[in-house]
Nanobody, 123 residues
Framework: QVQLVESGGGSVQAGGSLRLSCAAS????????MGWFRQVPGKEREGVAT???????SYTDSVKGRFTISRDNAKNTLYLQMNGLKPEDTAMYYC?????????????????WGQGTQVTVSS
């Protein structure tokens, strides 16, 4: 049974940093593509950053240069280092996994989800 558990969210001031973690279990972590998504009430879930099973990364334009996605296959853990946070980054952040070898930024391509962790950035 696939299980994803996020941690590391919180409240910070603009310009601050947070590091999100996603502990994965129940599957062969290294072979899955992973992604971080975020959602605010009333809006569709947005792909923030993805990393495929080969280690290739992609980011949505609004976070390029500020966020870094990484994975530690030995620890079955996905990370999102967020620097230079802005109020518009405020959202519920979700970790997601897909059996696809190549990552997608569309949330419907992912079939395993964590419960989410809230990130709030104040100005």
């Amino acid at each position: 049974q696939v299980q994803l558990v996020e941690s590391g969210g919180g409240s910070v001031q603009a310009g601050g940093s947070l590091r999100l973690s996603c502990a994965a279990s129940g599957y062969t972590f290294w072979s899955y593509s992973m992604g971080w998504f975020r959602q605010v009430p009333g809006k569709e879930r947005e792909g923030v950053a993805t990393i495929d099973s080969y280690g290739s990364r992609s980011y949505t334009d609004s976070v390029k240069g500020r966020f870094t996605i990484s994975r530690d296959n030995a620890k079955n853990t996905l990370y999102l280092q967020m620097n230079g946070l802005k109020p518009e980054d405020t959202a519920m952040y979700y970790c997601a996994a897909t059996e696809r070898a190549y990552a997608s930024s569309w949330w419907r391509d992912y079939n395993h989800w964590g419960q989410g962790t809230q990130v709030t950035v104040s100005s």
